[in-house]
């Protein structure tokens, strides 16, 4: 009896700190430090990244040219990209990705070339009261803020008719009408209109563009069509840990359930929404972890 007591709890310590490491890895967005910048037409601020980490830098550099490869080679004007998350997010997400954002080309009529811009969202972590905000960031930048040593990513395309909805739809509005609420949580469900997260945020910009819809409320209703949710069963006991480890998850949203249904990088890649899924590295070889 004393040892199944010491397994349950084990297990019990085990998730928690699977929810804490997971809150480190695709919460990392949050705590980049970022110069003030200025709007293009409708995009979003610009956040730049102060660069002094050599090694940081060359990873950086290298994923960046694989991306564009990438886009170059796809003919692909938008995309999903994908940076890894902490040592724990694979527990969770078995890709090991943290944080995406959507990526998107943009000519510059001036300079007469073209600009690639992430589309970004994520928690001001100096409140509280968890607020979600919308930046854009080079690329160099997005794989520059992981905090962890790997250097894998994916690059997840649509299909053409969203890739070009996708960049109307920034150029004219940005998409901010789907921040419908700036509450933040780490572990939003997909189907509620509480709070949001980076990947939700994703969902329900890649869904607006598939449906060719502005209103947040229909996206909402048909934000799983295509992609299923993440869910785990949650005791109070792991409640009461995730409210004092977990400061990226909204407590009024755990306290009353006892299921957790939620959306990350892996739900995204197993959807049917992409006609191709490119890896840098081997992500997908993490799905031997699932089980762990």
Request: hydrophobic content about 45%.
């Amino acid at each position: 009896m004393f040892w199944v007591l010491m397994c349950r709890l084990f297990t019990k310590i085990r998730v928690l700190l699977v929810c804490f490491l997971l809150c480190m890895g695709l919460g990392s967005f949050a705590s980049v430090s970022a110069g003030a910048g200025g709007q293009e037409g409708s995009f979003f601020p610009l956040r730049r990244v102060t660069k002094t980490d050599a090694v940081k830098i060359v990873r950086a550099d290298d994923l960046t040219g694989w991306v564009k490869e990438v886009m170059m080679d796809h003919q692909a004007e938008a995309a999903v990209i994908t940076r890894m998350g902490g040592a724990y997010t694979r527990k969770f997400d078995w890709t090991g990705m943290g944080h995406a954002g959507i990526l998107i080309r943009s000519h510059d009529a001036k300079a007469n070339k073209d600009t690639w811009w992430v589309m970004n969202l994520f928690s001001d972590e100096n409140r509280w009261d968890l607020r979600s905000e919308l930046w854009r960031t080079s690329i160099e930048d997005f794989f520059y803020a992981q905090r962890t040593a790997e250097k894998q990513a994916m690059v997840l395309i649509p299909p053409k008719s969203v890739q070009v909805k996708l960049v109307e739809g920034f150029v004219a509005h940005g998409f901010k009408q789907m921040l419908f609420t700036t509450r933040y949580n780490i572990i939003s469900d997909p189907l509620t209109d509480k709070s949001l997260n980076c990947v939700k945020w994703i969902a329900m910009t890649l869904k607006a563009a598939q449906l060719d819809e502005s209103d947040p409320a229909v996206v909402l209703t048909r934000l799983t069509e295509g992609m299923t949710a993440n869910t785990f069963e949650i005791t109070w006991l792991e409640k009461i840990g995730m409210r004092f480890m977990a400061p990226l998850a909204r407590w009024d949203e755990l306290i009353g359930v006892t299921t957790i249904r939620t959306v990350s990088v892996v739900n995204l890649y197993e959807s049917d929404w992409f006609e191709e899924r490119v890896v840098y590295g081997d992500p997908v070889a993490n799905e031997a972890q699932r089980e762990l």
